[in-house]
């Protein structure tokens, strides 16, 4: 009885009928889902590799302070109590952006 459905199914016309939705599910999925975080991914890692030593970083887990020294994979980051190495990975874009522009001052 299941093989006689499926093959009723399968003989069907609407081959093509479930194929286009799915192209389009895959199509939006990828503009909205990967290609944005590739793009933020590129950004982080654009960032990381400019900053240089004294610039004021924040990192992911919300600690403030200033680039004393760089490694290949790794900062030293100058905070209030003394020295602490960070993985480059841990140093959070949009924060440190923040941090480092000039609050706009409105007349």
Excluded at 25 to 46: A, L, N, S, T
Excluded at 49 to 67: C, M, N, P, Q, S
Aim: glycine letters at 6%; a positive charge; zero cysteines.
């Amino acid at each position: 009885m299941i093989a006689t459905i499926f093959l009723q199914a399968a003989a069907g016309s609407q081959g093509y009928g479930m194929l286009i939705p799915m192209v389009l599910i895959i199509v939006v999925f990828y503009f909205f889902m990967i290609r944005p975080q590739v793009k933020k991914q590129k950004d982080q890692k654009k960032y990381v590799d400019e900053l240089k030593k004294g610039d004021r970083v924040v990192t992911t887990a919300g600690i403030h302070g200033r680039i004393i020294d760089i490694n290949e994979a790794t900062f030293l980051v100058e905070v209030d109590n003394g020295k602490i190495r960070f993985d480059k990975s841990a140093i959070s874009l949009d924060a440190s952006k923040a941090l480092n522009t000039p609050a706009v001052v409105k007349a």
